[in-house]
């Protein structure tokens, strides 16, 4: 699976915005999609998920909403009420076995794309 995340950009406090993740491959469907961020100097942070259902950062819950369109072969973030804490180079990653439990631990994920950085300013 290749993937090529999409969407960054600038915005204000407040605001929202919404990243796109395109995935090659017919068996997209099979596999758990999902977004990490990295702010400078951190560790790649956990997002959001989506198996048959959908798993969220304590974070960003409430805010942020990980969709997927297995027909399109694309996985969606919707980001509201963004703040400057938010900002980060944000990644969609996808893996065909990973389980529940490992879904925070970037190194259970196979396969990433490149990320897509967003800015927000106060």
């Known amino acids: 699976v290749q993937l090529q995340a999409s969407g960054g950009g600038l915005v204000q406090a407040g605001g929202s915005l919404t990243l796109s993740c395109a995935a090659s491959?017919?068996?997209?469907?099979?596999?758990?999609v999902g977004w990490f961020r990295q702010a400078p100097g951190k560790e790649r942070e956990f997002i959001a998920a989506?198996?048959?259902?959908?798993y969220y950062a304590n974070s960003v819950k409430g805010r942020f909403t990980i969709s997927r369109n297995n027909a399109a072969n694309s996985v969606y973030l919707q980001m509201n009420s963004l703040q400057p804490e938010d900002t980060a180079v944000y990644y969609c990653?996808?893996?065909?076995?990973?389980?529940?439990?490992?879904?925070?631990?970037?190194?259970?994920?196979?396969?990433w794309g490149k990320g897509t950085l967003v800015t927000v300013s106060s």
């Open positions: 990653a996808a893996d065909a076995s990973i389980i529940v439990s490992s879904f925070g631990d970037p190194r259970h994920w196979d396969y």
């Open positions: 491959g017919s068996t997209f469907s099979r596999y758990a």
């Open positions: 989506f198996r048959r259902t959908t």
